[in-house]
Nanobody, 124 residues
Framework: QVQLVESGGGLVQAGGSLRLSCTAS????????MGWFRQAPGKERDIVAA????????YYADSVKGRFTISRDNAKNTVYLQMTSLKPEDTTVYYC?????????????????WGQGTQVTVSS
């Protein structure tokens, strides 16, 4: 069974930084494309960033381009989301997801496994 465990969320002031981590177990990590999503209450789950199996292809939502960076360390079975210049509108729960296959995808319904989520709160 694939398990994804996120960490690194918390409370930060606007303009600050956080790094989210997602550590995977139960599968060959390098066989999976990975993504970070976020979902506010009552809203759809939106893609934040995605990365292919070896990290050389990435995608970012327009709202986070230039501020967030997704990366992965296959030796550590971990994917990261470095978030800088955080804004109050970035406040929500962030989810890590894994998709079988080497390529990245931006559609939440194409992901096979999900973490439990980590709360990010940005104060103004």
């Amino acid at each position: 069974q694939v398990q994804l465990v996120e960490s690194g969320g918390g409370l930060v002031q606007a303009g600050g930084s956080l790094r989210l981590s997602c550590t995977a177990s139960g599968h060959t990590f390098s066989n999976y494309g990975m993504g970070w999503f976020r979902q506010a209450p009552g809203k759809e789950r939106d893609i934040v960033a995605a990365v292919n199996w070896n990290g050389d292809s990435t995608y970012y939502a327009d709202s986070v381009k230039g501020r967030f960076t997704i990366s992965r360390d296959n030796a550590k079975n971990t994917v990261y989301l470095q978030m800088t210049s955080l804004k109050p509108e970035d406040t929500t729960v962030y989810y890590c997801a894994a998709r079988r296959g080497l390529q990245l995808t931006t559609s939440w319904y194409e992901y096979d496994f999900w973490g439990q989520g980590t709360q990010v709160t940005v104060s103004s």
